[in-house]
């Protein structure tokens, strides 16, 4: 009998109705280079949990190492907690293990190589510029759940990241980035984004800026990402179709025809890419909204079983997303997305959504997340970019903010690039370069 | 406080085994190697019912570290024991040992029952009494933690520490109007009482309107004022943020803020259960004098940055757990009392603003531009807090705000811990903090 099971067992010798416990190893290399040196550090990570309950009563109970049967449980309290069948997500379609996941973590040497070969093609795109700091981390992992349900899932996951900071005088600007393996970082990439971003911070107001411009606007990936992460209270969990509804026009419309969004666990390629979700239940693609109509929230199962409201003024019935997501083996399953994007549009160059844009900006990214004020359905974010003028980039810009509705945000969208890119923010979140008009910029705190 | 009272689990650890093991690794002048092994609970009472509902965490682990130069090594593995504590010392090892040396046994304590926090479970029903009793009601969601944690530091010679152990609670109040969080090193009536008081007021000022922005007096009540401090003292003078701008040596002697200005960081005399005599690289804390009269006496240091160093010291260490690598970091600000009483303070600030709590700050290092956000306040008039005001902001260059500091309170009380994320390391940080008034300063909305 394996150690889960003798754990399922030992709870339900306590008294326990129903239990699922889970077990995670990983390993992973973190290497960086900043102003104090050079660090290597190797980690080898195990742990696991397990979910309980009575009929009155629930725990979650973490630890380091491999699974205890013969631990003392912590006693339940609050309410009962529901499991999930093994078909609580619906069949799981065919989906095969990508090949990458066998690699091996990038080595020290390789790694350390990496990080100084960003900071040599930063010197070459922008001499003046600084690397502060960067960091390569590649890790694997593999999991296992059992419950008494009859949940039984085994995956494995394998993801990289790298976050750098660089300087130009007093201007910073940061990339975070994540791929399934290190070695699809290349220095030349990551020292193009970090002089971009770079240049475009380093301006100031534009050119007879008086404060507030209502010009058209391009969103570069990042951008979009960003604002998709700060719209997911409209896109995820139980209440999202009510806030949908509340920002839908008044034909009921949420967004623009040009905005398909999807949350796919199995995005292939993607960083979290996998057959399970958190709780063992197989991921897929969830369809969120279809050409400006919104269809779904994401949703777990639980929630589907809850009967919630799947769509804005719609009542068919709403498909669970097997989207439970743990931060780590030491926080329970929630449901959040997995790889979240606005489909990008495949005949579509990003140079097309600028080429015509007569007077306008261009925003490259974000210099702080954004904030929304969901009674007011408003947001606001700082950005950084370039003023357009026939097309071209004249002025670098920032110190600025893009603020408007997130009606207008989403109905202003005349336009989407096929240059998707995710981001690592609450999730994988992406999105291609966007043409969105009906916003304004705003001197930063205004 | 039964809690922080429980006994260290590494007692019978064989420090001098785990130390002649370190040294096999040591064969160049001014490496540095040390153990760091580590003991976590959490005990948490979630809000709402959506989740389970009690969570527990046990954890333990290990983390060997060797240091050369301005070069890392280190290795990190989630339980401890002798396979793991050997396999980690030959991921950092950079050579072979030149001779075999017995891996030590690493006895570690077995926990002590069924993780349990009684205090944490009554928690909400004190806190919903106090706001009752302050004739209020809102709908309310607290979610409550205690954390503990133990951790024991082995040097490859020169480290002899002794076990160190903490215990705090976290408190996050979900309200219609947002989330507030709060730190204490124990968990009872006291603090249920604060914790209604600060939510009652906030919510009987929800509907106040942001100031518009301007410039004149300005009171930061002690919570606030420890969050300058962290933020505008302590970070500006952690080595590794000064090394961002050129030598971090270079800041001593640097007027950094007004001479009202006397700013320590003491681990020692931090809240008893959090109390430390060593730093998180096992260096023994010290009284350290951030700012004397406004100017910088010494920044934080741990080892790394003090290396070679006659004017950084180390002792300032910390670090988010065995995997993460240790910087320098503040632990217990203390700033100094002045001579203002509360009364004084407020006929200082006539026509000003009055602000009791930060919700966050943050410093750009190499900028120098400090943010500091605010969920409301209140105006001053006649000597008085009158209207309340809603949310606002402090904005401007560290230099420029310390210098704007023209009095300080005469009563200095423990305020204004939070969790600082510096780098990704989530950790708490305690502050013992008086009043203080600035003057000319930019508020916006």
């Not at chain 2, 705090?168 to 604060?194: D, W």
């Not at chain 2, 200005?261 to 010290?286: K, Y």
């Not at chain 2, 790394?304 to 690598?325: C, Y």
């Not at chain 2, 260059?397 to 989530?426: M, N």
Request: charged share 25%; with cysteine; hydrophobic share 45%.
């Amino acid at each position: 009998m394996s150690r889960l099971a003798e754990t399922l067992e030992a709870l339900s010798r306590a008294g326990f109705s129903h239990a699922e416990a889970y077990a995670k190893r990983g390993r992973s290399r973190r290497l960086s280079v900043g102003v104090g040196g050079r660090s290597a550090a190797f980690h080898q990570e195990e742990g696991w949990a397990v979910r309980a309950t009575t009929q009155r009563a629930s725990l979650f109970y973490a630890a380091s190492g491999a699974p205890r049967p013969d631990v003392a449980w912590p006693e339940a309290d609050g309410y009962p907690l529901a499991f999930p069948d093994p078909d609580a997500a619906g069949a799981a379609a065919p989906w095969s293990e990508p090949s990458d996941f066998e690699t091996p973590l990038v080595g020290e040497s390789e790694g350390l190589r990496l990080l100084a070969a960003v900071a040599a093609a930063l010197g070459d795109e922008m001499p003046t510029a600084r690397l502060l700091s960067a960091v390569l981390e590649d890790g694997s992992s593999e999991s296992r759940l059992l419950s008494s349900r009859g949940v039984e899932a085994h995956w494995r996951r394998r993801v990289a990241v790298f976050h750098a900071e660089a300087a130009l005088g007093e201007v910073r600007a940061r990339v975070d980035l994540a791929r399934r393996e290190a070695r699809r970082f290349g220095p030349a990439e990551l020292a193009r984004l970090l002089a971009d971003r770079l240049a475009a911070a380093a301006g100031g107001a534009p050119q007879g800026f008086s404060g507030r411009d209502r010009g058209e606007l391009v969103l570069a990936p990042a951008v979009g990402a960003h604002l998709l992460a700060a719209l997911t209270p409209y896109l995820v969990g139980a209440p999202a179709a009510d806030l949908a509804a509340a920002v839908a026009d008044r034909r009921g419309r949420f967004a623009a025809a040009a905005v398909t969004v999807v949350d796919d666990g199995r995005h292939p390629g993607g960083a979290l890419e996998s057959a399970c979700d958190g709780e063992g239940l197989p991921t897929r693609r969830t369809l969120l909204v279809e050409a400006g109509v919104y269809r779904q929230p994401l949703l777990s199962w639980a929630e589907t079983a809850a009967g919630v409201r799947p769509a804005v003024g719609g009542k068919s019935a709403a498909r669970p997303g097997g989207c439970a997501r743990r931060a780590s083996w030491r926080d329970p399953p929630r449901p959040a997305p997995t790889h979240l994007y606005v489909v990008p549009d495949p005949a579509l160059p990003a140079a097309a959504l600028l080429a015509d844009l007569a007077r306008g900006y261009y925003l490259l990214d974000v210099t702080a997340p954004p904030r929304l004020d969901l009674a007011e359905g408003a947001f606001r974010v700082p950005v950084c970019g370039f003023a357009v003028h026939g097309g071209r980039a004249r002025e670098a810009v920032s110190g600025v903010e893009l603020c408007g509705t997130v009606g207008a945000l989403l109905r202003g969208v005349q336009g989407v690039a096929r240059d998707l890119a995710f981001f690592p923010l609450d999730g994988m979140m992406g999105a291609p370069t966007m043409r969105v008009g009906g916003l304004e910029l705003r001197a930063a705190g205004r | 406080m039964p809690s922080a009272e429980a006994p260290s689990p590494f007692a019978d650890l064989d420090r001098a085994a785990v130390a002649r093991a370190l040294s096999q690794m040591v064969d160049r002048p001014g490496d540095w190697a040390d153990a760091y092994f580590e003991r976590l609970e959490e005990v948490e009472l979630p809000a709402g019912e959506a989740g389970p509902g009690l969570l527990a965490r046990r954890e333990e682990g290990l983390a060997v570290r060797l240091m050369r130069g301005g070069d890392v090594w280190l290795a990190a593995r989630d339980g401890i024991g002798p396979d793991a504590f050997a396999d980690a010392l030959r991921h950092v090892a950079r050579v072979l040992p030149s001779a075999a040396t017995p891996t030590p046994s690493l006895a570690v304590a077995p926990w002590d029952g069924a993780a349990a926090a009684p205090e944490v479970l009554a928690f909400p029903s004190l806190v919903l009494r106090g706001v009752r009793r302050r004739r209020a009601a809102f709908p309310l969601a607290l979610t409550v933690r205690r954390h503990r944690r133990w951790l024991q530091v082995v040097g490859s010679g020169k480290v002899v520490a002794e076990a160190q152990r903490e215990c705090f609670y976290s408190v996050v109040a979900q309200t219609s109007r947002g989330r507030r969080g709060a730190l204490f090193p124990g968990l009872g009536e006291v603090q249920a009482e604060e914790l209604a008081d600060d939510l009652v007021s906030a919510f009987r000022g929800r509907d106040a309107t942001s100031p518009e922005a301007w410039r004149g007096p300005v009171i930061l009540a002690p919570a606030a004022a420890a969050v300058l401090l962290h933020e505008a003292v302590a970070h500006a003078l952690e080595a590794d943020l000064l090394a961002l701008g050129g030598d971090p040596e270079a800041a001593v002697g640097v007027s950094l803020g007004a001479a009202a200005l006397n700013v320590l960081d003491d681990p020692a005399t931090a809240p008893e259960t959090v109390r430390r005599d060593s730093d998180d690289e096992g260096q023994p804390v010290r009284r350290r004098w951030l700012l004397r009269a406004g100017t910088v006496a010494e920044p934080l240091a741990d080892a790394r940055w003090s290396a070679g160093s006659e004017l950084l010291a180390p002792g300032a260490a910390r670090r988010g757990g065995r995997h993460d690598l240790p910087a320098p970091r503040s632990y217990h600000l203390e700033l100094l009392p002045g001579e203002l009483a509360a009364a004084a303070l407020l006929a200082e600030a006539d026509g000003g603003l009055f602000l009791p709590a930060a919700e966050s700050g943050s410093l750009d290092p190499l900028s120098g531009v400090f943010r500091l956000h605010f969920a409301g306040g209140s105006r001053v008039r006649g000597g008085e807090l009158a209207e309340p005001v809603g949310r606002c902001r402090l904005l401007g260059r560290v230099a420029d705000l310390l210098a704007a500091v023209v009095g300080v309170g005469d009563e200095a009380r423990p305020a204004g811990a939070g969790w600082c994320a510096k780098g990704g390391q989530k950790m708490p940080v305690w502050a013992t903090a008086p009043a203080l008034l600035l003057e000319g300063v930019e508020v916006t909305p």
